[in-house]
């Protein structure tokens, strides 16, 4: 039997999957298998953020997921929902929503491929390693458009997408856009006190400051990870959870089943970096491991301490991936902040198609603009940089 990952499949047919358990692990693993292991593409973290009711319908984030199939086997594999609104996305489109809406438009609903709530880069255009594989992605992208102009959304927007795949979009035909977020990148460190040595005076001294004033007042901070990880840290962590994300959007996008699920089926990629004071945990953040890479991604607390948060998030990562020899840090979106605590301004990448030809054009000349803006702004950050020398990286 012909090997579908050597062999081009006579006929494929793109298909909608209105739930992500209709795709079987397996066969998610085998499209969405990469050199270089991203944890918010594997199967059983979206299985989480369905089964915890955290990314379905009543939220607003519909499973659409696409595969395209021969006869015998998937070769390619797309996660993507029914949008109902712009929440949890990070990269945002509110000004177009107005925009179409003020022309007496429905912006809503929308085709959105990413992963909810996670604003990290990563593929969006899984399939099989092989021969095949550009032209299998660029299917899955003929099939994801057309699926748009049958269901009569408004458009398509695939977000936080590899430059690859993000130049694959742009041959295609969808618009391009790029954004800025703050990474950190080890340069073979030895520990904490060597990447410091590469800082600048000021930003050494103040990130010494920032950590010793951090955990005065008897605070301790702990790893936790793998089977270490226990349902009390979750009931902790959830209630950190909850006050950020109250304070901030007035609701919470995360159960507290959607951290159960995850630490039944994944704990081995989760590290929980929580700060404890007279035996009471008061603070934490939840990060991903990756093949090379630290996703930090939710953070909270229930009493306030200053530079607590940069510890937590920023330094207590730093030191994790130098410990593990991993490459990078993501500390998620946004965050100028992070540049004097060296962190560096890194380009993401998203694409959209649009139904209306006339607000295509509109929204064409806004992202030819902004393109040149947010270069801009890397460029500039580069030249203020925390270190003495330039990195290879920047």
């Not at 319908?57 to 595969?67: K, L, N, R, V």
């Not at 102009?149 to 430059?163: A, D, R, Y």
């Not at 009390?232 to 996008?253: Q, V």
């Not at 959209?352 to 509109?362: G, T």
Request: charged share 25%; net charge negative.
């Amino acid at each position: 039997m012909p090997d579908s990952a050597t062999q081009e499949p006579k006929t494929l047919v793109g298909r909608i999957h209105y739930d992500i358990r209709d795709i079987t692990q397996a066969t998610w693993d085998a499209c969405s298998h990469a050199e270089i292991y991203n944890p918010f593409i594997d199967y059983r973290f979206l299985r989480a953020l369905e089964e915890s009711n955290s990314a379905c319908p009543d939220t607003g984030w519909a499973p659409f997921h696409i595969s395209l199939d021969s006869d015998e086997d998937t070769v390619a594999v797309m996660p993507l929902y029914l949008k109902s609104h712009s929440r949890g996305e990070y990269v945002f489109d509110g000004s177009w929503a107005n925009a179409w809406h003020q022309a007496g438009g429905r912006y809503y609903p929308k085709l959105q491929s990413s992963v909810p709530f996670t604003p990290a880069t990563g593929p969006r255009l899984l399939a099989k390693s092989g021969p095949y594989r550009i032209e299998w992605q660029r299917q899955l992208l003929e099939v994801a458009t057309q699926l748009a102009g049958k269901t009569n959304v408004s458009s398509l927007h695939i977000t936080f997408m590899p430059e690859e795949e993000w130049k694959l979009a742009g041959a295609s035909g969808l618009l391009q856009r790029l954004d800025t977020q703050f990474h950190w990148y080890n340069q073979g460190y030895r520990d904490f006190e060597q990447f410091q040595d590469e800082l600048s005076s000021k930003k050494r001294k103040n990130i010494r400051r920032e950590r010793r004033e951090a955990c005065q007042d008897g605070i301790e901070i702990e790893w936790v990870t793998g089977s270490d990880l226990k349902e009390h840290h979750w009931d902790a962590f959830f209630e950190f959870y909850m006050d950020t994300t109250y304070r901030k959007w007035g609701t919470n996008y995360l159960t507290r089943e959607f951290f159960s699920l995850i630490n039944e089926s994944m704990p081995e990629q989760i590290l929980l970096i929580l700060a404890k004071r007279n035996d009471r945990y008061i603070a934490g953040a939840i990060n991903f491991i990756g093949g090379d890479t630290l996703f930090g991604r939710n953070w909270g607390c229930t009493e306030h301490f200053p530079f607590l948060h940069f510890e937590v998030c920023y330094y207590q990562a730093i030191d994790f991936a130098i410990a593990n020899k991993l490459q990078c840090v993501e500390a998620g979106a946004q965050g100028s902040h992070k540049i004097a605590r060296g962190y560096l301004a890194r380009q993401t990448y998203s694409a959209h198609w649009l139904a209306n030809e006339s607000f295509k054009d509109a929204v064409a000349d806004f992202l030819q603009r902004e393109q040149r803006y947010v270069k801009s702004d890397i460029e500039f950050v580069r030249t203020h940089s925390p270190f003495k020398t330039v990195l290879e990286r920047e």
